[in-house]
């Protein structure tokens, strides 16, 4: 099993690299991520320099067909997206990653 980065792993990283209080840190984590969240739902772009840019796109809708009836097309409805774009920070650090090493982990 992969391990995870989960929210509570960021909160206590926060806590020990600033010296907050975890619920602080919570806090502050959650407000981040309700902005984002609300910017993206407000049709915003959000930059975050040297990490990504999240933006939403909207896929429109197209007929798919289901492999199990495939005389019967399925109309799949325009639905948003988000996209993800890594900063060139996070390229560099991509590109210099060791594919091998990273196939082990996953």
């Known amino acids: 099993m992969r391990p ?17 209080d ?6 502050a984590l959650e407000t981040v991520l309700t902005s984002i969240q609300l910017a993206l739902i407000n049709g915003k772009y959000v930059e975050l320099r040297n990490f990504g ?9 197209r007929i798919g067909r289901n492999p199990q ?3 019967k097309p399925i109309i799949i409805p325009d ?3 988000i996209k993800f774009r890594p900063g060139q920070s996070l390229k560099k650090q991509l590109k210099n990653l060791n594919v091998k090493d990273l196939q082990r982990l996953l």
Do not use: W
Request: charged share 30%; proline share 5%; net charge positive.
């Open 69 to 71: 009836h495939p005389n």
């Open 53 to 61: 840019t999240l933006e939403v796109c909207v896929h429109k809708s």
């Open 4 to 20: 995870n980065l989960t929210k509570r792993d960021l909160v206590l990283r926060m806590c020990k690299s600033t010296g907050i």
């Open 22 to 27: 975890p619920k602080e840190a919570r806090k």
């Open 79 to 81: 639905h948003a997206v």
